[in-house]
């Protein structure tokens, strides 16, 4: 066959080879419980990519070999290639540990140790082990669970429940279980490579002896099996059900909230993003309290570290904010407010940047202000305040340090438009347009 169409063939048979070679590395992480992680995604890429490519090399050599038939040469390429996988995929797993399974779910074996007559109720820590020895050779082996907490007590001896994932159908299966340093008891477990429904029911208990033998003593210790579906896991909850749990927790961590709690408390439960419910409750508890006024007024003024501070002031003035109707007795404490960021902005114009590298000051008057102005305009729109003058004040002192974000794009606009919005006062050229 001419070059062309026996590349054309390699280009097909290497399509073939890597989606074969892809398969059969994924079933070799399965089969040999390799983590799911970035590794092995790269080890599928790479196998296929590598598959792939020696696929395309066959497919050429054959088509070259072979000569003219175009489906016969792309049908005896891909035949090797899928043959070759196969018996890659098949001596994979006759070497793989491959759980059995009933109905398509994943066994546990279930074991119960009756200790010898005359036995002290077993007491400590206990170990159960359960392994696959082929030829003679332990292959591999997993921890499984003695459940000394479960013991309990029959015809006078004492019965260990054990339980162990069935991770392999290889071999032979034994168990070990200990209590301490105590050995009770090492077996055989006698269950076929892929156990049936029949294995779901409680054996008889072993060892038994051979016909003709005494029976076995119960000075020694003997056991019982059975096998038992291990439940899939349950699906992850949807979105509405997640995001019900979440509002349930919510509601809870509010519910045990004292009623004599501080105010500070429940602020952060009247926020528009909080759940209705929440809020509504947060501010009839809120607006209940008999000192609602002074603890607010209060608030306004917190002083303190940087930023937490702040925002807890802030917290108290956005809260006047939300507040339907405002009360006109928080009007004083507003204003008081006003005149705390009047001073916090004098103090800030009478440093230097070298005092203040990062403009805290100026970020601290920001927050404030901005949760000012909520509370300004509810109380001027519903209890007839009137903060002219410290806004007015606030505007002035926002001009001085024109090196500040702060003072110059927040504080400053906005208090410059509020001027003349409320007091008819002509911004000034250099003042921020309002966004």
């Not at 092995?40 to 696929?55: D, T």
């Not at 899928?82 to 779910?105: C, S």
């Not at 260990?160 to 034994?174: N, T």
Request: net charge neutral.
């Amino acid at each position: 066959m001419p070059w062309l169409p026996a590349i054309g063939i390699g280009i097909l048979t290497g399509i073939i080879g890597l989606l074969t070679s892809g398969l059969v590395t994924d079933c070799y992480l399965v089969w040999y419980h390799r983590p799911n992680d970035v590794g092995s995604s790269f080890l599928v890429v790479g196998m296929a990519l590598l598959g792939g490519l020696l696929a395309s090399i066959l497919g050429v050599i054959v088509a070259r070999v072979m000569g003219p038939g175009g489906w016969k040469v792309f049908g005896s390429s891909s035949g090797l290639v899928l043959a070759v996988n196969g018996l890659i995929a098949m001596a994979l797993y006759l070497g793989a540990d491959i759980p059995p399974i009933i109905g398509g779910q994943s066994l546990r074996l279930e074991m119960e140790i009756r200790l010898p007559l005359g036995h002290a109720k077993p007491l400590g820590k206990g170990e159960f082990i359960l392994a696959s020895v082929v030829d003679g050779v332990q292959k591999t082996s997993q921890s499984g669970e003695l459940r000394v907490d479960a013991v309990r007590l029959e015809d006078d001896r004492w019965i260990v429940p054990a339980e162990a994932k069935l991770f392999s159908s290889r071999g032979m299966r034994i168990t070990a279980a200990t209590i301490g340093d105590e050995d009770i008891g090492g077996f055989v477990v006698p269950l076929p490579k892929h156990p049936g429904e029949a294995y779901e029911r409680w054996s008889e208990w072993y060892p038994q002896s051979r016909p003709g033998d005494p029976p076995w003593p119960n000075t020694k210790s003997s056991f019982r099996i059975r096998v038992a579906r291990i439940p899939p896991p349950s699906p992850p909850p949807t979105a509405q059900e997640w995001a019900a749990q979440r509002e349930a927790m919510e509601q809870a961590k509010f519910d045990l909230i004292p009623a004599d709690a501080p105010i500070s408390d429940l602020i952060p439960y009247t926020e528009p993003h909080i759940a209705e419910k929440r809020r509504i409750g947060a501010l009839k508890r809120i607006i209940s309290r008999p000192a609602l006024v002074r603890e607010l007024s209060s608030l306004m003024l917190t002083d303190g570290p940087y930023d937490e501070a702040a925002r807890e002031a802030a917290a108290a003035l956005h809260l006047i904010g939300r507040l339907d109707p405002p009360s006109a007795d928080l009007i004083p404490g507003v204003l008081a407010a006003g005149r705390d960021i009047v001073a916090r902005i004098r103090k800030f114009n009478a440093s230097t940047p070298e005092q203040d590298p990062n403009y805290e000051a100026a970020a601290d008057v920001d927050i404030r202000f901005n949760g000012w102005m909520d509370a300004v305009r509810n109380l001027r729109a519903k209890a007839g305040g009137n903060f002219l003058p410290e806004l007015r004040e606030i505007l002035e002192l926002s001009r001085v340090r024109p090196d500040s974000q702060a003072m110059q794009g927040d504080i400053r606009r906005v208090a410059s438009y509020y001027m003349k919005l409320w007091g008819g006062v002509e911004p000034l050229p250099s003042d921020p347009p309002p966004r």
